[in-house]
């Protein structure tokens, strides 16, 4: 089975603080992806990377960075965290371009900034 | 615009009741479509997915959908639904070299009552 591991379930941080969250997969995915997901938005998407050292922004990029220096992981960096980034964090996986869509989701981590 | 909407934000069932899920969707090109489902507190589980061929796809736990062109609508179906069907269902989309981007839909909250 695919593993999608979120290194957190839960987080409190504070105002202003630098945040990491981490994604790690065990299936060799090229492509990889970060949501957040708040009550009657659904998912959307911030960042994903098809492959190393690189990454495309989603639909709401603002306020967060990414990193990709191994295949295998992807992080989520708020550079300074606010109150609007309070929210469940929701990381991804999937097979190469021209393969199947199919994502494979991480449990999630939810992310309180206080 | 690329879109995916789901009509009803929450819907109650009783259990061994009949389910339908609405999912409509808006997008260019020819659509890959997928249900998930969300139980509390984890993360997304897919249910069916829908590349091409018979419109009719069966998925786990005996759920269905049905994909309908002409109504750009892919709805899911349970003919009895169970306590431990409730969950937070999500339709998505996507398509072929899209490097595996999914559009997701808000979300439909699944309550069975006994």
Request: a neutral charge; charged letters at 20%.
């Given at each position: 089975?695919?593993?999608?591991?979120?290194?957190?379930?839960?987080?409190?941080?504070?105002?202003?603080?630098?945040?990491?969250?981490?994604?790690?997969?065990?299936?060799?995915?090229?492509?990889?992806?970060?949501?957040?997901?708040?009550?009657?938005?659904?998912?959307?998407?911030?960042?994903?990377?098809?492959?190393?050292?690189?990454?495309?922004?989603?639909?709401?990029?603002?306020?967060?960075?990414?990193?990709?220096?191994?295949?295998?992981?992807?992080?989520?960096?708020?550079?300074?965290a606010s109150t609007n980034q309070t929210s469940?964090y929701l990381c991804a996986s999937?097979?190469?371009?021209?393969?199947?869509?199919?994502?494979?989701?991480?449990?999630?981590?939810?992310?309180?900034?206080? | 615009?690329?879109?995916?909407?789901?009509?009803?934000?929450?819907?109650?069932?009783?259990?061994?009741?009949?389910?339908?899920?609405?999912?409509?969707?808006?997008?260019?090109?020819?659509?890959?479509?997928?249900?998930?489902?969300?139980?509390?507190?984890?993360?997304?589980?897919?249910?069916?997915?829908?590349?091409?061929?018979?419109?009719?796809?069966?998925?786990?736990?005996?759920?269905?959908?049905?994909?309908?062109?002409?109504?750009?609508?892919?709805?899911?179906?349970?003919?009895?639904?169970?306590?431990?069907?409730?969950?937070?269902?999500?339709?998505?989309?996507?398509?072929?070299?899209?490097?595996?981007?999914?559009?997701?839909?808000?979300?439909?909250?699944?309550?069975?009552?006994?």
């Amino acid at each position: 089975d695919v593993k999608v591991t979120q290194s957190s379930r839960y987080l409190v941080k504070r105002t202003g603080e630098k945040v990491f969250l981490e994604c790690v997969q065990d299936m060799d995915h090229e492509n990889m992806f970060w949501y957040r997901q708040d009550p009657g938005l659904g998912l959307r998407l911030i960042y994903f990377s098809y492959d190393v050292k690189m990454k495309e922004k989603g639909d709401i990029p603002e306020g967060y960075s990414v990193s990709r220096e191994k295949k295998e992981r992807f992080s989520l960096i708020l550079e300074s965290a606010s109150t609007n980034q309070t929210s469940m964090y929701l990381c991804a996986s999937s097979p190469p371009l021209a393969g199947e869509s199919i994502q494979y989701f991480g449990a999630g981590t939810r992310l309180s900034v206080l | 615009a690329q879109s995916v909407t789901q009509p009803d934000i929450h819907i109650t069932v009783s259990e061994g009741a009949s389910l339908e899920l609405r999912c409509n969707y808006s997008y260019g090109a020819t659509p890959y479509l997928f249900w998930y489902v969300q139980s509390p507190g984890q993360g997304l589980q897919l249910l069916l997915k829908y590349f091409s061929g018979d419109t009719l796809v069966q998925g786990i736990k005996g759920f269905e959908a049905e994909f309908k062109r002409s109504q750009s609508s892919f709805n899911l179906r349970k003919p009895s639904v169970h306590w431990s069907d409730a969950a937070e269902y999500f339709c998505a989309v996507g398509a072929k070299n899209q490097g595996g981007k999914l559009i997701f839909g808000q979300g439909t909250e699944l309550s069975v009552k006994p």
